[in-house]
């Protein structure tokens, strides 16, 4: 049969490719990308874990630590072991819950990446029809524009007249005929290749990294705000039948007052489930990513969690200068007097500057000192106390331990009832926010409870005499040198490198 030809109609839409499906080989051949997907978050945290442990133990950079080995051996009150045991129970929800999510998707394919460009290259060929339009409501005359236009700029000319490219053509066979079908123009091909390859993705991160941030801020504010999500129950009948007796929810998170890298997921399984595992589980399907996308997305939320428990402000560490929400925010919030403020995680300080929880009290580099010398001291005196009673089992005498009635003169809270050791509401907000910080770690009586605070009185009355002391014989003080610069490496990591927290002057 004769070929004829048929008439070229430059507004007709060019014809997109057709495609056909075929299975995606896995990024590594001997791993499935959906086991790959489950096992990337776990390498990821562990091996940033070790690095910061490394660094730890081997006391590198003493210079950029937040907090003392001192004040992680007194301040926490749980064992490495416990918080290792409980961080990987919640990997075998998060792995199982993995599993589930996977069961649930369809198998990766491939084959139809330039079907999907060529649509988005059409979306942006029928979007150019209200430029006509759109010129004659602002009295514009398009054809005119155009005509001006075509000699020097004919793809602008095209794209005035709402697409029209009679220039863009090409001859294809169907059924036996010719057929002179339009083409997409070259800047149509790279904008639509870019959408899809590029600015889709990112949008799907910010998209998933903005859930994400929404779920464990309300979910975690709710935690402290409410009694029963804090510190749980001890009785089944107080509401846990179902799981038997749970003596702590996200107040086994807190009694980690120092945190450190591998305590970042010390969780309760029940909020390491609704917190961290739901929350991003949510995200990845609410924004369609595929097995790869999600590979990236849950291990970037990983490591950005383990920094940000790191226990370091570094000056060259990546991940802390891609938002104010770095390891210095957060440590503010595992602190009894910054407790119930800085809520928001992973990702940045949205919801807590909308919503006003963020910190307010200014320079936080003398409550850091304090904890400092305090946490010293108590190792010093348990020095003393292990060489005493050494000493006195080698002569058969007991003698008294040193600093016993230290606790009694330095705070009377033991004399007040339990119900009414409150603070004093103060006036302002700062002040609010210490108030109710300190009330919260007042009310758990399992992980923290009015010990803590008499703790820290003590410690406060302490550590000022011996920073009344410093300043009197700043020479005599041995590691004055490895924390000079403390305020800036607080204030400057969570704010900026030249101001004070939130943006305000430091204060002496």
Known sequence: MANSTILFDPMKLPPLPEYQLSPLPPLISFIPDKLLCLLLPIAAYWGLSMLFHWIDTMD????????TPAEVLKRNRVTRWEVVRDVMIQQ??????????????????????????????????????????????????????????????????GAILGGQYPLLASVAAKGGHELTVSIFAEWESLSANA???????????????????????????????NKWLYSGCSTPARGCWLMGPIDTLHSRHHRLYVPYAYGALYNHPIEGFLLDTLGASIAYKVVGMS?????????????????????YS??????????????????????????????????STFWDRVLGT?????????????????????????????????DAAECGIDEPLPFQNAFLNATNLQS?????????????????????????VLGDTTDGGPQVLKDEA?????????????????????????????RDRITGSMHGRTRGVLGMESRS
């Not at 590198?60 to 907090?67: I, K």
């Open 92 to 157: 075998v929800v998060q792995t199982a819950v993995g599993i589930l999510l996977g069961i649930t998707e369809p198998e990766d394919t491939f084959g139809k990446e330039e079907y999907n460009v060529a649509l988005w290259a059409k979306r942006i060929r029928i979007a150019q029809r209200a430029i006509p339009k759109l010129l004659s409501v602002v009295g514009i005359n398009p054809k005119g524009l155009a005509d001006n236009l075509g000699p020097s700029y004919p793809m602008l000319s």
């Open 416 to 440: 007040i009832k339990p119900k009414n050791q409150q603070p004093l509401s103060l006036a302002g907000k700062a002040e609010r926010q210490a108030t109710e910080s300190r009330q919260q």
């Open 60 to 67: 590198y950079f003493p210079q950029h630590r937040l907090h």
């Open 291 to 311: 097995t790869r996308q999600a590979m990236w997305f849950f291990t970037s939320l990983t490591l950005k969690t383990v920094d940000d428990h790191c226990g």
């Open 358 to 390: 963020m910190w307010t009290g200014g320079d936080v580099s003398a409550r850091y000192e304090r904890g400092r010398i305090a946490a010293q001291q108590k190792v010093d005196h348990d020095l003393v106390k292990i060489s005493n009673d050494s």
């Open 458 to 486: 003590r410690e406060e009355k302490d550590a000022s005499w011996a920073m009344l002391k410093r300043r009197r014989t700043p020479a005599s003080v041995t590691q004055a040198d490895s924390f000079k610069g403390l």
């Open 314 to 347: 570094l000056p060259w560490d990546p991940i802390q200068y891609l938002s104010s929400n770095n390891a210095a925010y957060h440590d503010v919030h595992h602190q009894s007097w910054g407790i119930k403020t800085n809520f928001s995680q992973p990702c």
């Open 195 to 225: 959408i899809y390859w590029y600015i889709i993705p990112v949008l799907q991160f910010g998209l998933g990294a903005m859930i994400v941030d929404t779920w464990q801020y309300f979910l975690h504010r709710a935690m402290h705000m």
